[in-house]
């Protein structure tokens, strides 16, 4: 596990070997949550970076008679 240290400005920098592997570049915007006393970074990515996520996904849903 990689430790940072937090500036006077509150500022920290992600190490580069996640960078890279996280596929995270300079000026992307990152969402920020806590969560059980964490505090978690999400990059955010275009919606166009999206297409085909789901791709192959199984789509045929048990449905109740009256749900047609």
Known sequence: MTAVTV???FQV???KEIR???GVFSGQRM???TYQNR???I???PMKKMRGLL???DT???RDKDRI
């Open 7 to 9: 500036s006077p400005k």
């Open 13 to 15: 920098v992600i190490p």
């Open 20 to 22: 890279d592997s996280m």
């Open 31 to 33: 969402q920020v949550l």
């Open 39 to 41: 505090i978690e970074l």
């Open 43 to 45: 990059p955010i990515k």
């Open 55 to 57: 791709k192959g996904i």
């Open 60 to 62: 045929d849903v048990s």
